[in-house]
């Protein structure tokens, strides 16, 4: 049993910021993806591969893409995005911390997960890389959710020892027993991963930063994820816990949390030295546009740090960041760009939301492009969604004028259909029923 999925195809070729743009993808105007058993067995002209197919399924002029993948979110801010008024640490005291405490109760965590995912399959994004909360219970609410889908979807708890509400606080051991706990019961389950994740230098004591890099030093295939350098604020403070770190990066240096499996969140105003760091080592970084301009952090330095050969994935960053849609993010991405002297080519913007941020997450070989063997976790993406982007699509002359209006006014009436394991999502339009109890 074969599917043919017809539509226009984008195949990721090389890096567009390491290739011209333009070179760094084929597009085929009438292109086939052929799955079978949940892969993609083939991509080419559509005309070639109908002899294979069992079932055709004709997307017109649609663009056929990997499904997006968001490097870096916090589904338990889901019910707070779009929160009014504050900078980082206060949004954290306001908003953030008041969530995350009410995901102790584990039937509430499992109602967001679930409404979480459905946004996120809703606006095309068919992987993320979550952090919980410190509750245990929270991550496997997310993993049940996501193998219930079908999807691929890394997590891990949220470890915080201080600097936080008292019920918000574990301890370096509980940290690491638990962490540990639910790497052994999930990582490599299904299509789970587990990923280590110290909330960030300020909630972290040294000891529980050193139980983490043990446990990561243990488990070295799994990911680890934090924030970094994402507001001079929160900079300084770091300075301050830790005045012997030569800066902020070196604070996870210190204690084993900076490797080629880190994914480091936001990153705006680095060191020279921290940035030479990242690139040594092969660090990833995940950019959080929304995020950075609505929380007020800063401009990322994209080009910069794409330029020193820096892997890097694009991310939402719910709910600090102001949208779950990863369109809405490559518009972000582009504004920003513009503001710090550099235009994204639209390429470039596909890429950090496909290949980009699976490379970051260290799936390259399992999603994130057009790709024989890789796993058929698609988006289809309507070019003319609403009247606005139509008309202004219809002036393109090449493939590039015709997505750039769907990047940048584009919303999840764009997403035409969605595919997990290769079998069309249910995707919960409209008004969802919302369980805020
Ligand atoms: N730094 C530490 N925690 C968070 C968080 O939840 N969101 C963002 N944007 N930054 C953080
Ligand atoms: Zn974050």
Known sequence: MSKLLIGQTLEALADPFEVPPEAAFRHRARGGVLISEGRIAAVDEADALRARASEVVDHGDALILPGFVDAHVHYPQTRIIASWGKRLIDWLESYT????????????????AGDYLDLALAHGTTTMCSYG?????????LFEA??????????????????????????????????????????????????????????????????????????????MQTHLSEQVEEIAWVRELYPEARDYLDVYERFGLLGARGVYGHAIHLEPREVDRLAEVGAGLAHCPTSNTFIGSGLMRVAALKARGIGMGLATDTGGGSSFSMLRTMAAAYEVGQLGGTALHPAQLVWLATAGAADVLHLADKIGRLAP?????????????????????ARAEDLWQTLFPTLMMGDDRAIARVYVGGEAAEVASGQAQVDDR
Request: net charge negative; aromatic share 6%.
């Open 146 to 223: 996501a193998d219930a889908r079908g999807m691929r979807v890394l997590a891990g708890k949220t470890c915080m020892d201080r600097n936080a509400p008292e019920d918000l606080r574990d301890t370096a051991l509980s940290a690491y027993d638990d962490s540990k706990a639910l790497l052994e019961r999930w990582h490599g389950v299904g299509r789970l991963g587990y990923v280590i994740t110290p909330r960030f230098a300020p909630t972290s004591t040294p000891e529980q930063l050193e139980a983490l890099g043990a446990l990561w030093a243990e488990h070295p295939g799994c990911l």
């Open 97 to 112: 911390f008041p969530e995350e405490a009410r995901f102790g109760d584990s039937a509430y965590a499992r109602a967001v």
């Open 373 to 393: 063997g890789r796993e058929a976790d698609l988006c289809v993406l309507d070019l003319a969604s609403t009247h606005a982007i139509a008309q202004r699509a």
């Open 133 to 141: 909360t410190i509750h245990p219970g929270s991550v496997e609410a």
